[in-house]
């Protein structure tokens, strides 16, 4: 696939799950008042917000990597910081997978960014840097599925049934 193509796809991709997130965050008002279920909200909101970011931005200029390098750079720190405080908050005894090594998820944004600052890191793997943030962007947005399933499948602490949709 072209890489261009697999930007324009991943920012659509994106930005569509990013509008049905709303959607469900909208059904659920509850998690708009708890403090911690508001902050994992916003988790799985930023994880497909910034991977389309990314994306949009990888496409603006291809002959200036200057764009798609800063934008990157930007997104993977705000990435990563959120990605630790996430870490740090979500103690709860029902984590899956995805919740328990969502650490896994700060070392991606990590390598994100060492690719926008040092982008001949890429060649390690062979593969041009903006090939390299495509396969880190992959990860990003199936981390971020797990991490809404696991979210979204949690006990409502008020009445014990799944938090999801009914």
């Not at 919740?99 to 390598?111: D, E, M």
């Amino acid at each position: 696939m072209d890489l261009a193509d697999f930007y324009t796809l991943m920012s659509v991709t994106c930005f569509t799950l990013v509008g049905l997130w709303w959607t469900v965050i909208e059904r659920h008002s509850e998690w708009k008042v708890d403090p911690g279920r508001r902050k994992l909200a916003g988790g799985v909101y930023l994880s497909f917000l910034l991977p389309g970011l990314m994306s949009t931005f990888a496409q603006v200029d291809a002959g200036n990597p200057l764009v798609w390098r800063s934008s990157f750079a930007v997104a993977a720190v705000v990435g990563l910081l959120t990605t630790l405080r996430l870490v740090s908050v979500d103690r709860s005894g029902t984590r899956g997978p995805f919740r328990r090594f969502r650490w896994i998820v700060a070392v991606v944004y990590l390598l994100i960014l060492l690719i926008a600052v040092a982008p001949p890191v890429a060649g390690v793997i062979g593969a041009t840097p903006l090939q390299a943030a495509s396969v880190a962007l992959i990860l990003l947005v199936v981390m971020g599925h797990g991490l809404t399933w696991e979210f979204m499948m949690e006990p409502d602490p008020a009445s014990g049934a799944p938090a999801g949709p009914a």
